[in-house]
């Protein structure tokens, strides 16, 4: 299909490993969007890219974690060190300049850190 | 800080019947709202917004409702059907600086709806 793809689905590691997470965008999207969702709350933002560029990181818990969008495509979250507390649903969205609130996720990767 | 809240964490309702979905925002920077609708073991999906120069938008069984002195927006679905059963977010956005809308969307928690039929 021509949706919003996240690989892998499900990952799980021990504390203090480093991972990654990948986002794969609608075509054409040239926004994207990651964020994160812990059991039993709403999305919360993490990163916006527009293009290959970074325009807000503002939702970034701390320096662990770094995202990346090289060709203005595909982005990468990539988290280090992992604690427990990162486990959750990491979700990737994308959307077209005009209405950028209305965005497509993907189905999101489940993070677990043990 | 909580600025977007749905303060019940779900709803039942039977099929044919009216569902009222609720959210209340303490930003008042915030200027516009949306709807997703989210099934198990997928990504939200966007379902309806409303801008803060209205005050209802409607879009076939769903009805958005913005309520800008109180700052609360609701959602009616009429009428409710088995497979709108699902966990509703309600999301918001402010302009940012110089005027641009980054699409940043803050959610609520969630209700899930489930229609009974």
């Known amino acids: 299909g021509a949706g919003v793809s996240q690989t892998p689905s499900n990952k799980v590691t021990e504390k203090g490993k480093y991972v990654e997470l990948r986002c794969d965008p609608i075509s054409g999207h040239t926004a994207l969007y990651w964020y994160r969702q812990s059991l039993g709350q709403g999305p919360e933002f993490l990163i916006y890219f527009q293009g290959t560029g970074a325009a807000d990181d503002s939702g970034l818990p701390n320096d662990r974690f770094f995202a990346v969008r090289p060709e203005g495509s595909v982005s990468t979250l990539k988290i280090q060190r992992t604690e427990r507390g990162d486990s959750a649903v990491y979700l990737c969205a994308s959307s077209n300049l005009g209405r950028l609130e209305e965005q497509f996720f993907g189905p999101g990767t489940r993070l677990t850190v043990l | 800080d909580q600025q977007v809240k749905q303060n019940s964490p779900s709803l039942s309702v039977q099929e044919g019947r009216i569902s009222i979905l609720n959210c209340d925002y303490t930003?008042?920077?915030?200027?516009?709202f949306l709807w997703y609708k989210k099934y198990p073991a997928e990504g939200p999906t966007f379902l309806i917004s409303i801008s803060s120069i209205k005050d209802k938008n409607e879009d076939g069984r769903f009805t958005v409702f913005l309520n800008k002195s109180a700052k609360h927006l609701s959602l009616h679905i009429v009428p409710s059907q088995p497979g709108d059963s699902a966990v509703y977010f309600c999301a918001a956005s402010a302009w940012g600086a110089g005027g641009t809308s980054y699409g940043k969307l803050t959610f609520g928690q969630g209700t899930i709806l489930t229609v009974h039929p």
């Open positions: 930003n008042s920077m915030f200027d516009y």
